[in-house]
């Protein structure tokens, strides 16, 4: 039995005339302390719920005791991710079934919520709005998911076709065992077009098209044992079938930016604040983020704009957890990283990014007499962690002068990519997990 409970597709979105879109949706997970039945969800919570039991609407739940809420935000460089990473990779906005699989194995970032409700603190992993890139850099992407895929089709069916040749069924070339693998991948996205339709934003009539020349392509096979050449056309047909939707679909979707993205944030605390009211078992909120996520959070709380918008959040929000967050965009400005990670989202103009920089905000309250109260920062690094150790040491810096409660972290033998792997349910007394939780005890006891 699982020592935590979760809602899924909880509704965030503030204004009723909003769409209950995926990207404006938590999952809530609880620990096993909190009564789920007599939890008191926000309205707008139960507007994309689908398939479960309805949530009653009854009175405040009162409770003797009470556990920290965390709003976790994803990393994935503005453009990538969601609360459950794989469905992003399995979707209009990037299919890529290597990279949706290591998603699904490692449990990114369910993972964040279940590890945090086993420990006795409550987690909403969030989704947000999605950056989208040009059309070169798209093209660039869906080559690399293309391959990848390919690849992992070639292999698999790379043992079905080796051992019906070792039988003496089908002889077959390096050539044919590719083109095999290119077939079968293609196969498999105009399939997750059909079951996933919602995600590749296909009506029903699209589908159904699909499916058509998707048969009269593959109709043309019969006739392959005749000519190779006709096998080489198959390949590029279907090819030119599955990329063309996926493409055609990638160029429609919405434009974002960043000031959508730290709307959402702002949203999500706003709901966690009606939750807190609604419910006593609720006591603090924190912000937790990683990669992009951790600039977001980091973001919201030091720019006085923002944090202002959110009303009397300080109050309410006790600290930020920020896990090898970005707080100097500058950082990002190379010809090549800018245009995957600065440009699709912060625009071309140099003094968005410095705008767009927790850094800055923070540079600006040490300079400032008089500064609101801020809330307590821990800030965590990767012993592998690219540039972002030096911002780190800079938002420290400025910290000091501003005297802003903050607290440092290195976990060793990590990556960037792979520190957040270290949440786990089944193995929470680690460094980074327990660094979290310390941080948060320490804050709610005053020592911080």
């Given at each position: 039995m699982e020592d935590f409970r979760v809602l899924n597709d909880l509704y965030y979105g503030q204004q009723q005339t909003e769409q209950p879109l995926d990207t404006s949706c938590l999952d809530l997970y609880l620990p096993f302390s909190v009564d789920v039945h007599k939890l008191k969800l926000p309205q707008s919570s139960t507007r994309n719920r689908k398939n479960e039991e309805p949530i009653p609407?009854?009175?405040?739940?009162?409770?003797?005791?009470?556990?920290?809420?965390?709003?976790?935000?994803?990393?994935?460089?503005?453009?990538?991710?969601?609360?459950?990473?794989?469905?992003?990779?399995?979707?209009?906005?990037?299919?890529?079934?290597?990279?949706?699989?290591?998603?699904?194995?490692?449990?990114?970032?369910?993972?964040?919520?279940?590890?945090?409700?086993?420990?006795?603190?409550?987690?909403?992993?969030?989704?947000?709005?999605?950056?989208?890139?040009?059309?070169?850099?798209?093209?660039?992407?869906?080559?690399?998911?293309?391959?990848?895929?390919?690849?992992?089709?070639?292999?698999?069916?790379?043992?079905?076709?080796?051992?019906?040749?070792?039988?003496?069924?089908?002889?077959?070339?390096?050539?044919?065992?590719?083109?095999?693998?290119?077939?079968?991948?293609?196969?498999?996205v105009i399939v997750l077009f059909a079951i996933r339709n919602k995600e590749y934003v296909l009506e029903y009539w699209e589908v159904f098209s699909i499916w058509v020349l998707y048969f009269g392509v593959l109709s043309q096979l019969v006739y392959i044992v005749e000519t190779d050449s006709l096998f080489y056309l198959v390949c590029i047909l279907t090819s030119i079938l599955s990329q063309g939707v996926l493409l055609i679909k990638r160029m429609t979707l919405p434009r974002v930016n960043h000031e959508h993205q730290t709307k959402s944030i702002v949203s999500t605390i706003e709901w966690a604040k009606s939750l807190l009211r609604e419910n006593t078992c609720f006591k603090d909120i924190f912000l937790m983020g990683h990669s992009a996520g951790g600039h977001l959070t980091s973001l919201v709380t030091l720019d006085n704009y923002l944090f202002q918008n959110v009303g009397n959040s300080q109050t309410f929000i006790k600290g930020v957890i920020s896990i090898c967050g970005v707080y100097d965009l500058n950082n990002l400005s190379s010809r090549f990283l800018k245009q995957f990670y600065l440009t699709p989202v912060f625009g071309e103009k140099a003094s968005v990014w410095h705008k767009a920089s927790p850094l800055t905000h923070a540079k600006m309250a040490a300079k400032r007499a008089g500064n609101s109260p801020r809330p307590a920062y821990l800030l965590i690094n990767a012993e592998y962690d690219l540039h972002l150790v030096k911002d780190t040491k800079d938002m420290i810096e400025e910290f000091s002068q501003d005297d802003v409660s903050y607290r440092h972290v290195t976990i060793q033998g990590t990556t960037h990519f792979s520190i957040m792997n270290l949440f786990q349910k089944n193995n929470s007394d680690n460094a980074l997990v327990e660094a979290c939780r310390t941080f948060i005890r320490d804050v709610q006891s005053g020592r911080m």
């Amino acid at each position: 039995m699982e020592d935590f409970r979760v809602l899924n597709d909880l509704y965030y979105g503030q204004q009723q005339t909003e769409q209950p879109l995926d990207t404006s949706c938590l999952d809530l997970y609880l620990p096993f302390s909190v009564d789920v039945h007599k939890l008191k969800l926000p309205q707008s919570s139960t507007r994309n719920r689908k398939n479960e039991e309805p949530i009653p609407d009854h009175q405040r739940y009162e409770s003797s005791s009470s556990v920290p809420l965390v709003i976790f935000a994803h990393g994935g460089g503005w453009r990538r991710g969601g609360r459950k990473v794989w469905k992003h990779f399995l979707s209009c906005e990037d299919t890529n079934i290597v990279a949706a699989f290591l998603a699904w194995y490692y449990n990114l970032y369910s993972n964040v919520g279940e590890c945090l409700a086993t420990s006795g603190v409550a987690c909403a992993v969030i989704s947000y709005p999605l950056g989208c890139a040009k059309l070169p850099q798209m093209i660039f992407e869906m080559m690399t998911s293309f391959l990848a895929g390919v690849f992992a089709c070639t292999l698999i069916s790379s043992v079905i076709l080796t051992l019906m040749c070792l039988l003496g069924i089908f002889g077959a070339s390096l050539v044919t065992f590719i083109g095999v693998g290119v077939i079968s991948y293609n196969s498999l996205v105009i399939v997750l077009f059909a079951i996933r339709n919602k995600e590749y934003v296909l009506e029903y009539w699209e589908v159904f098209s699909i499916w058509v020349l998707y048969f009269g392509v593959l109709s043309q096979l019969v006739y392959i044992v005749e000519t190779d050449s006709l096998f080489y056309l198959v390949c590029i047909l279907t090819s030119i079938l599955s990329q063309g939707v996926l493409l055609i679909k990638r160029m429609t979707l919405p434009r974002v930016n960043h000031e959508h993205q730290t709307k959402s944030i702002v949203s999500t605390i706003e709901w966690a604040k009606s939750l807190l009211r609604e419910n006593t078992c609720f006591k603090d909120i924190f912000l937790m983020g990683h990669s992009a996520g951790g600039h977001l959070t980091s973001l919201v709380t030091l720019d006085n704009y923002l944090f202002q918008n959110v009303g009397n959040s300080q109050t309410f929000i006790k600290g930020v957890i920020s896990i090898c967050g970005v707080y100097d965009l500058n950082n990002l400005s190379s010809r090549f990283l800018k245009q995957f990670y600065l440009t699709p989202v912060f625009g071309e103009k140099a003094s968005v990014w410095h705008k767009a920089s927790p850094l800055t905000h923070a540079k600006m309250a040490a300079k400032r007499a008089g500064n609101s109260p801020r809330p307590a920062y821990l800030l965590i690094n990767a012993e592998y962690d690219l540039h972002l150790v030096k911002d780190t040491k800079d938002m420290i810096e400025e910290f000091s002068q501003d005297d802003v409660s903050y607290r440092h972290v290195t976990i060793q033998g990590t990556t960037h990519f792979s520190i957040m792997n270290l949440f786990q349910k089944n193995n929470s007394d680690n460094a980074l997990v327990e660094a979290c939780r310390t941080f948060i005890r320490d804050v709610q006891s005053g020592r911080m």
